[in-house]
Antibody, heavy 121, light 110 residues
Framework: EMQLVESGGAVVQPGGSLRLSCVAS????????MNWVRQAPGKGLEWVSG????????GYADSVKGRFTISRDNAKNSLYLQMNSLRPEDAALYFC??????????????WGQGTLVTVSS | QSALTQPPSASGSPGQSVTISCTGT?????????VSWFQQYPGKAPKLLIY???KRPSGVPDRFSGSKSGNTASLTVSGLRAEDEAHYYC??????????FGGGTKLTVL
């Protein structure tokens, strides 16, 4: 069974930094593109970032470009999101999600339960 | 990167069919046959219902079907059941390793 477990969410002050992690199991992590998707309380889903199977192509939503960095370590079955210069509007539940293909295509067939990021002074 | 447009709400009676639309542009929905639909219950992670416009993952009932015409994709839920009451989101590949979601539709089973 495919499983994704996120961690790293916390309460952070505006302007602060945080690193989210996602550990995968139950599938060949190195073969698939991975994504971060967030959901603010009571709001809809927002795609944040995606990375191809071999890290050669990466994409970001305009809202986080230049502040967030996605990366992966296939040897550790892990996906990361480094978040800098955090803003109150970045507060959300952050999901790790697996793509059906090795490239980012929005066909997200497995999701974690999310890790909560709160940005508040 | 503007969100895809979905109606905020939809409803139908048990046994009926409901169709939810998802409108984008030629740079996303209209430009690629890579539209997905997700179902989300409160407090739960989303679940993939449809991918690549009209394909169903294993285990998704064939009551759920997808289609696309021009810049608009649609999700049809046939034979509505009480358990179909949830939020539904569309997403589309938008080129250059970009993905866009719709704002979501709350489906109510009357």
């Amino acid at each position: 069974e495919m499983q994704l477990v996120e961690s790293g969410g916390a309460v952070v002050q505006p302007g602060g930094s945080l690193r989210l992690s996602c550990v995968a199991s139950g599938f060949s992590f190195e073969n698939y593109a991975m994504n971060w998707v967030r959901q603010a309380p009571g709001k809809g889903l927002e795609w944040v970032s995606g990375i191809t199977w071999n890290s050669d192509t990466i994409g970001y939503a305009d809202s986080v470009k230049g502040r967030f960095t996605i990366s992966r370590d296939n040897a550790k079955n892990s996906l990361y999101l480094q978040m800098n210069s955090l803003r109150p509007e970045d507060a959300a539940l952050y999901f790790c999600a697996k793509d059906l293909r090795g490239v980012v295509r929005s066909s997200l067939d497995s999701w974690g339960q999310g890790t909560l990021v709160t940005v508040s002074s | 990167q503007s969100a895809l447009t979905q109606p905020p709400s939809a409803s139908g009676s048990p046994g009926q069919s409901v169709t939810i639309s998802c409108t984008g542009t030629r740079r996303d929905v209209g430009g690629y046959n890579v539209v997905s639909w997700f179902q989300q219950y409160p407090g739960k992670a989303p679940k993939l219902l449809i991918y690549e416009v009209n394909k169903r993952p294993s285990g998704v009932p064939d009551r759920f079907s997808g289609s696309k015409s021009g810049n608009t994709a649609s999700l049809t839920v046939s034979g509505l059941r009480a358990e179909d009451e949830a939020h539904y989101y569309c997403s589309s590949f938008a080129g250059n390793t970009l993905v866009i979601f719709g704002g979501g539709t709350k489906l109510t089973v009357l």
